[in-house]
């Protein structure tokens, strides 16, 4: 038996409520950076409505690897991703269970060019990524079915992974419980512009009118 992802429009709606006609925020898009811009937001106590054309995390944030990781990244995403490990972490602790875990990441190089420039990119940011480089008795150790050409390895033991079509999910029922709305099979057809500015968009179900209700509380500025 084929199993695919277990997500996608011939599943039931788990967000079925009526489109309501205003929102502090509308989110166009129910998939990782969405659901999490709308529990971000309800955290912070506004009333965000995201509205999903298709099902939660059944696009490519349901379909993706579910890896988490520093191992090999650029100079310019390493903060980030440190970064998100954190909030990654945060979310685990708040949402029902995703299967986040630090599983760990390994590069095995394909050549001793590939290996050489493992070498390099360990050197220079090992440190602050908690990357290792495996020596080949110790890639045979932890993967035994590895197989040569691999002279070594690259390996970030902190790594982590999660089920994406687990975690999305989770994230999007703890944004309702703080307070988010989601409305799914409501694709959003355009922008509603009044005064020279957007105030609302326009959906197949209606219009939802977009309210700028931003408390004194939540203001960075
Ligand atoms: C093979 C592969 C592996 C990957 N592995 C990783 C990985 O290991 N780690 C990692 O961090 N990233 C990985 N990624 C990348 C990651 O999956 C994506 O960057 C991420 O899921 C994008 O999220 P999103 O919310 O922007 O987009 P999407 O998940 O595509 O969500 C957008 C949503 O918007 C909805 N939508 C679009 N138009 C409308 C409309 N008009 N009205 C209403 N709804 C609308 C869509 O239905 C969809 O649900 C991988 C990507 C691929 C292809």
Request: some cysteine; aromatic content about 6%; overall charge neutral.
């Amino acid at each position: 038996m084929t199993r695919g992802i277990p997500l996608g429009m011939q599943g039931a709606r788990a967000h079925a409520g009526a489109l309501p006609r205003e929102a502090d925020a509308v989110i166009i898009g129910g998939g990782i950076i969405g659901i999490c811009a709308a529990y971000y937001l309800a955290k912070l106590g506004l009333k965000p409505l995201v509205l999903e054309k298709g099902r939660v995390a059944a696009e490519q944030s349901g379909r993706n690897w579910g890896w988490i990781r520093k191992t090999g990244r650029d100079y310019a995403e390493l903060p980030i991703v440190i970064e998100a490990q954190a909030r990654w972490e945060e979310l685990a602790a708040e949402c029902d269970d995703f299967g986040l875990r630090r599983a760990g990441v390994t590069f095995l190089p394909k050549s001793a060019a590939q290996l050489a420039k493992y070498e390099a990119w360990q050197r220079e940011f090992g440190a602050a990524a908690g990357t290792v480089m495996l020596s080949r008795a110790e890639v045979a150790a932890l993967l035994p079915d590895a197989q040569d050409p691999w002279g070594g390895a690259m390996h970030t033991p902190s790594d982590m992974v999660a089920e994406p079509f687990e975690a999305v999910p989770a994230i999007a029922r703890a944004a309702v419980r703080a307070g988010a709305m989601i409305c799914e099979g409501v694709a959003v057809r355009g922008l509603l512009r009044g005064a020279g500015a957007v105030s609302g968009v326009a959906t197949e179900a209606g219009g939802v009118l977009f309210l700028i209700h931003i408390s004194e509380a939540t203001r960075t500025d």
